[in-house]
């Protein structure tokens, strides 16, 4: 059949900014959004290093359109709104904080020559942070937290102080894990990588924003420099020739190509719920809907090892046979000889998890708890928890669901702080 090609006309309204490689827009017709419309420029050491680079601008709106939507996947919040066109996405308006927060898992470059000593591959763990504002005048200065927070910074209404701070930082090395993740299971290191954060003018929240392209990071296939494929290769040219634009352009290209099967699922696990009988489908279909917040499939199956062995065996069979990685949940009330069962006679793992009564409880706890030997299985009582197991199970396979469960805790953690933050204005 024929390709139809919908051209989607945006109307656009002032020019809110224009920066070295990109400009940004008001769009009239959706308050509280702006366009991203990328250039076809390349620039280095503060725009000493100046070039036009032919398709810059789509490769790198590719690549970041796709590394927002792998970050909003998992559940981090960014100003990513919808990729527009092959050169610019649309993205919530924010007033940008005007720091540069660096993030390293090896030591090269600027750190290498501020911190003389420090040989080239030393590995951060935990990662190094470090801030810089963005102050072209000075070549972007590195600064101190105490410095940011003496500046007493005020965006879209939101004063930046020692919580916003830190949940900036937080956020940041939550960024850099996922995405560090996500490279490796194209055998890249992830090296470093800076990015910023704005505050939305409508929410008021801190969110990612800016972008994350390839002059944002550095990428070193099977961790060799040599293979470096980031901006740094045009960094370093001795001089800009037809050629070396040719080679750093092949380069922008294969990581913008990379970067898509960075959001395609590796493995595909599943989890079997098996419960003794229909009276657990309530707590069941929490399990369920808990592996669904972590894309995980989930099959709902009643048997009972008690009542009928050779069944809850064949079911078993069913799930060995046809190569798919699963875990098996049991919900038995009651004396539990689902889990157990099971979990004698099968190499996969199983996760008890009981609905519990408060009559009874105490005592058909142990059922669940005192194996014979050579029994492995675990115990969780709660349907959510039995299931953030299973995906931490997965999580170690599959970075999908690894980003999931990593997004999830910076989120609690940053709910946290806003809780205490909240109280505290209130009790003055």
Excluded at 29 to 49: C, F, M, W, Y
Aim: hydrophobic share 40%.
């Amino acid at each position: 059949g024929e390709a139809y090609i919908t051209i989607i006309v945006l109307k656009l309204g002032q020019k809110l900014n224009e920066g070295k490689t990109k400009q940004i827009f008001e769009l009239v017709d959706e308050p509280g959004h702006v366009l991203v419309q990328s250039k076809d420029q390349i620039t280095a050491g503060n725009a000493v290093r100046k070039d036009q680079m032919e398709g810059k601008a789509a490769i790198a709106n590719r690549t970041t359109s796709c590394v927002f939507k792998l970050l909003q996947e998992a559940g981090i919040k960014t100003a990513f709104v919808r990729q527009q066109s092959e050169t610019a996405f649309v993205a919530a308006h924010c007033e940008m904080i005007p720091i540069e927060w660096v993030c390293r898992r090896v030591a090269t470059g600027s750190f290498l020559k501020r911190n003389p000593g420090v040989k080239e591959g030393y590995r951060f763990s935990p990662l190094k942070m470090e801030m810089f504002f963005k102050d072209d005048a000075n070549n972007d200065p590195q600064w101190s937290e105490e410095q940011l927070l003496e500046t007493k910074f005020s965006l879209a209404g939101l004063n930046i102080g020692r919580c916003e701070v830190d949940i900036m930082n937080r956020s940041t090395v939550a960024i850099f894990e996922v995405l560090e993740r996500a490279w490796a299971t194209q055998n890249c290191t992830l090296v470093d990588m800076k990015i910023e954060f704005g505050v939305n003018v409508h929410t008021k929240e801190i969110v990612l924003a800016d972008v994350i392209d390839n002059d944002s990071w550095r990428l070193w296939p099977a961790g060799d420099r040599s293979q470096q494929k980031d901006k740094q290769v045009y960094r370093d040219l001795k001089e800009v020739t037809t050629e070396a634009m040719q080679m750093v352009k092949k380069n922008f290209e294969w990581v913008s190509e990379r970067v898509k099967l960075l959001l395609e699922p590796k493995a595909c696990g599943r989890v079997v719920v098996l419960m003794g009988s229909t009276s657990d489908l309530a707590h069941c279909e929490k399990i369920r809907k808990a592996c669904g917040s972590y894309g995980i499939h989930c099959v709902l199956r009643v048997t009972s090892a008690h009542k009928g062995p050779d069944e809850t065996l064949r079911i078993k069979a069913e799930y060995e046979g046809d190569g798919v990685p699963t875990v098996f949940v049991a919900v038995a009330g009651r004396s539990n000889g689902l889990g157990p069962v099971m979990s004698g006679n099968t190499a996969y793992p199983v996760i008890n998890c009981p609905p519990i009564t408060p009559d009874w409880g105490a005592q058909d706890i142990w059922s669940s708890l005192r194996m014979p030997s050579g029994l492995g299985c675990s115990t969780v009582l709660s349907p959510d928890a039995a299931a953030q197991f299973a995906a931490q199970i997965f999580g170690l396979s599959d970075h999908l669901v690894w980003s999931k469960l990593r997004a999830s805790m910076l989120n609690t953690w940053v709910s946290l702080k806003q809780a205490d933050k909240k109280l505290q204005a209130c009790s003055l």
